[in-house]
T-cell receptor, first 116, second 108 residues
Framework: NAGVTQTPKFQVLKTGQSMTLQCAQD?????MSWYRQDPGMGLRLIHY???????DQGEVPNGYNVSRSTTEDFPLRLLSAAPSQTSVYFC???????????????FGPGTRLTVL | RKEVEQDPGPFNVPEGATVAFNCTYS??????FFWYRQDCRKEPKLLMS???SGNEDGRFTAQLNRASQYISLLIRDSKLSDSATYLC?????????FGKGTMLLVSP
């Protein structure tokens, strides 16, 4: 199993550009989520999905869209990039997302995004 | 009060030392608790879940105190390779809420 994969690893955008961060998992996990991590701010949840066709907002959803058309993929779209979106983005998945003590979240390697 | 709070550190300890971190949480409905480890510029990885009765995994011991709403992580006989940031996470619902992490630096 490749686990959780993310592409690209690094990206530089100009203000106003749009792009999609890709996330895929091959563990047949129902639950997937996107976090951003900024210095001094910790991991903050952007959006999450409890299954194909179902998404919901997290703590910091503004400026981001998601969709979940398949179990495997959960792309994150930046609609019009802003410097405040410069961050490291992590995708994560878990079996059910019920939050049980055995429902481990597995993280992808991250995408480092800089918006100029 | 923030949902999940940790002392950011850094905790500087010599090899072989015992070190402990605490993490407080505000939502009394939280049911699941975890410690993650994050190396510099890498993704977080689960270190251990925290069970009500406390649990141990080798040199690592995790405890939960529901009355005072905190979890703790004890590392015995610290190794250089333990240097990392330790994130606590709690799960009051579908989503995990993370603390900002505690940095540990183990020196020779």
């Amino acid at each position: 199993n490749a686990g959780v994969t993310q592409t690209p690893k690094f990206q530089v955008l100009k203000t106003g550009q749009s792009m999609t961060l890709q996330c895929a998992q091959d563990m047949n996990h129902e639950y997937m989520s996107w976090y951003r991590q900024d210095p001094g701010m910790g991991l903050r949840l952007i959006h999450y999905s409890v299954g194909a066709g179902i998404t919901d907002q997290g703590e910091v959803p503004n400026g981001y869209n998601v969709s979940r058309s398949t179990t495997e993929d959960f792309p994150l779209r930046l609609l019009s990039a802003a410097p405040s979106q410069t961050s490291v983005y992590f995708c994560a998945s878990s079996m059910t997302g019920t939050g049980g003590s055995t429902d481990t979240q597995y993280f992808g390697p991250g995408t480092r995004l800089t918006v100029l | 009060r923030k949902e999940v709070e940790q002392d950011p550190g850094p905790f500087n300890v010599p090899e072989g030392a015992t070190v402990a971190f605490n993490c407080t949480y505000s939502n009394s409905a939280s049911q699941s608790f975890f410690w993650y480890r994050q190396d510099c510029r890498k993704e977080p990885k689960l270190l251990m879940s925290v069970y009500s009765s406390g649990n141990e995994d080798g040199r690592f011991t995790a405890q939960l105190n529901r009355a005072s709403q905190y979890i703790s992580l004890l590392i015995r006989d610290s190794k250089l390779s333990d240097s990392a940031t330790y994130l606590c996470a709690v799960n009051p619902s579908f989503t995990l809420t993370f603390g900002k992490g505690t940095m540990l630096l183990v020196s020779p």
